[in-house]
């Protein structure tokens, strides 16, 4: 079992930069792929990026490449967002999820255990 806590969501203007922590439970969380997806008021959920469980490979959405950085630090058993030049499309709650076992990594599907999600909001 895995519990995953999100924090660090809030409210910015267009150009600033936020941080995203997501803390998990749990022993195994090096075995973990991680990924953080968004939820746009209105909208499904989207992938928003993801890291292996070593740290060693990233994919993200291209509307944020350039702008955000997923990273891990497997002592702390925690996962971070990175997200600098925010635009208000990026306002959405923001979740991190995990699972042991991911295929292209890209899918909410993919991952059974997600935190309560982080709001952003990024005024213009």
């Known amino acids: 079992q895995v519990q995953l806590v999100e924090s660090g969501g809030g409210l910015v203007q267009a150009g600033g930069s936020l941080r995203l922590s997501c803390a998990a439970s749990?022993?195994?969380?090096?075995?973990?792929?991680m990924a953080w997806f968004r939820q746009p008021p209105g909208k499904e959920r989207e992938f928003v990026a993801r890291i292996s469980w070593s740290g060693g490979s990233t994919t993200y959405i291209d509307s944020v490449k350039g702008r955000f950085t997923i990273s891990r630090d497997n002592a702390k058993n925690t996962v971070y967002l990175q997200m600098n030049s925010l635009k208000p499309e990026d306002t959405a709650v923001y979740y991190c999820?995990?699972?042991?076992?991911?295929?292209?990594?890209?899918?909410?599907?993919?991952?059974?255990?997600w935190g309560q999600g982080t709001q952003v909001t990024v005024s213009s």
């Open positions: 999820a995990a699972d042991s076992r991911v295929l292209t990594g890209l899918n909410p599907y993919e991952y059974g255990y």
């Open positions: 749990g022993r195994t969380f090096t075995s973990y792929a």
